[in-house]
């Protein structure tokens, strides 16, 4: 096992979980990548060859910048899924990126997750309003995602225990409010 992973390394051990994931044999996986690189299909060796990078130190293949973002079309899945360490594995092995610099695990989650919102915004404005409201649903999609279930059953937990919360001060408010009345009648008498 590698001491860290070139991001070589981690997208073509990606790309083997991507083509896994969607259930697909090698030649399969190279037929659905064709239309978005160019049109001619990876032989099976090519495909073979990308995803043995994961595993294979000497012969590293690079990935360019069309190959990632074709992968990412073709699989249905974020660009970010590609440089995201493998779940499984047990320890977390640092990233480079050629240099000597390694690049740890909160360092390179904030790099994947980070979206500068600002020009997304910009650019979802050029869409036609068809395109714009599917956006708009994948937005929503990721941002429930990013909360997880976790955090929104805790939110409806917190929003229930606020509602008790607020009840028992009215009770309480309302019974300061007769306790009062009774001291101020019985002050009277």
């Known amino acids: 096992m590698f001491k860290s992973w070139s991001a070589n390394q981690l997208v073509a051990h990606n790309l083997r979980e991507a083509r896994l994931l969607r259930d697909l044999t090698q030649k399969e996986a190279a037929s659905l990548l064709a239309p978005y690189l160019g049109g001619k299909p990876w032989s099976v060796a090519s495909f073979s060859a990308a995803e043995s990078t994961a595993r294979n130190g000497a012969r590293t293949r690079e990935f360019d910048a069309n190959e990632i973002l074709a992968f990412a079309q073709a699989f249905d899945l974020p660009v970010s899924y590609f440089f995201t360490p493998p779940v499984g594995e047990p320890q977390y092995r640092p990233v480079t990126c050629g240099g000597s610099q390694e690049i740890d695990l909160p360092e390179l989650l904030e790099s994947v997750a980070k979206v500068d919102e600002t020009r997304v915004a910009v650019k979802v404005e050029t869409l036609p309003k068809a395109a714009r409201s599917r956006f708009a649903g994948h937005a929503r999609t990721n941002a429930y995602a990013r909360l997880g279930q976790p955090a929104i059953r805790n939110v409806t937990e ?20 007769a306790e009062l009345k009774a001291a101020l009648v019985e002050g009277e008498d």
């Open 158 to 177: 917190h929003a229930a225990n606020l509602r008790r919360l607020a009840d028992e001060l009215e009770s309480l408010d309302e019974r300061f409010e």
